[in-house]
C-alpha cells in the first residue's frame, strides 16, 4: 500500500450503490462472509484494499456508516464479497450474523488512497484479524515472484484464512490464544527477531489502533522512511465505527 497525493474523496462524492445479498456464511469461528451484488459492479474502479462505507442498520432506527473492506470482486458475475469480524453485538456483527440472501443495503464507495506499490522491492503485511481482508487480497493480487512476508495475529489455529498467491510469500500466523484481541504484543514481539530482506520494502500495518501505531514506529527505527509505511487503525477498544489515520 502507499498513500497517494491527491485528497481522499469525501463519501459524498462517491459513486452510491444499492447491494443486494446474495449469501452469508461464517468462515472461521468469528469471521463471516457476506456476498453481494449490484448492476454495474463489473465496471467499478476499484483497487484492493480499497473499502466501501456501508449504510448499516441500526437497533434504534436509521442508518450509520461504516467502513468496510472488499475482501474480492468477481467482475464477472457482478460479485464482491465482505468478511465481518464478529466481535460483540454492534451493529455491523449483529447485521452479518443475521442477514438472509436478498437482503439490500445501500454503499458508498470504493475508496481509499492505498495500492500495492510496483516500485518496492519487498512486501511486509501486518495485521490482526480486522485487517485480515485487505490484506488477504492484496497478497492475492501481487505479481508472481514477487517476495512478501505475512505477520498475521488471530485467536488460533481456527481463525487462519487461505491465501491463493503467485508471491514468494512467507506468511506466519502468530495465536494469541486466551488474550483480548487488540492486547497482544505478538506482531511486535516477532519484528524484532528477523533481518528484513535486502532492497526497499513497503510495509503494509492494519488493525487496532495502538498496535498499529507501536508497529510503525518500530518499523521507522529499523530504517523504514514514513513514505514506505501505510498504516490505518482499523477500531478501537469500546468505539464502535470510525477508522484512524495513523500517519504519525
Known amino acids: ?146 517476495r512478501a512476508i505475512a505477520l498475521l495475529d488471530v485467536g488460533g489455529g481456527e481463525d487462519e484464512l487461505p491465501c491463493e498467491t503467485q508471491a514468494d510469500l512467507s506468511v506466519e500466523w502468530l495465536h494469541r490464544g486466551a488474550a483480548k484481541p487488540g492486547t497482544g504484543t505478538a506482531i511486535l514481539d516477532r519484528l524484532a527477531q528477523p533481518a528484513f530482506p535486502p532492497g526497499r520494502g513497503q510495509a503494509y500495518v492494519v488493525g487496532e489502533t495502538s498496535n498499529v501505531r507501536a508497529q510503525r514506529h518500530h518499523l521507522i527505527t529499523r530504517g523504514f522512511e514514513r513514505g514506505q509505511i501505510a498504516s490505518g487503525g482499523y477500531w478501537r477498544p469500546g468505539r464502535i465505527g470510525g477508522h484512524d489515520h495513523v500517519d504519525d
Not at 472488499?70 to 457482478?78: C, G, M, P, T
Open 1 to 146: 500500500m502507499t498513500t497517494e497525493n491527491e485528497p481522499r474523496r469525501p463519501k459524498r462524492d462517491l459513486p452510491e450503490w444499492d447491494l443486494t445479498v446474495l449469501s452469508a456464511a461464517d468462515i472461521a469461528p468469528g469471521m463471516r462472509r457476506v456476498v453481494l451484488t449490484a448492476p454495474g459492479l463489473a465496471q467499478m474502479d476499484y483497487r484492493p484494499g480499497q473499502a466501501f462505507c456501508l449504510q448499516m442498520p441500526l437497533p434504534e432506527g436509521g442508518t450509520g456508516r461504516r467502513d468496510y473492506t472488499i475482501r474480492a470482486l468477481d467482475r464477472k458475475r457482478a460479485e464482491l464479497s465482505i468478511d465481518f469480524v464478529l466481535h460483540g453485538d454492534t451493529p455491523s456483527p449483529s447485521w452479518a450474523r443475521t442477514v438472509r440472501p436478498g437482503a439490500s443495503i445501500k454503499a458508498r464507495g470504493p475508496r481509499g488512497r492505498t495500492v500495492v506499490d510496483p516500485a518496492a522491492d519487498w512486501h511486509l503485511f501486518l495485521a490482526d484479524e480486522t485487517g485480515l481482508p485487505a490484506v488477504l487480497h492484496m497478497l492475492e493480487t501481487l505479481p508472481t515472484g514477487v
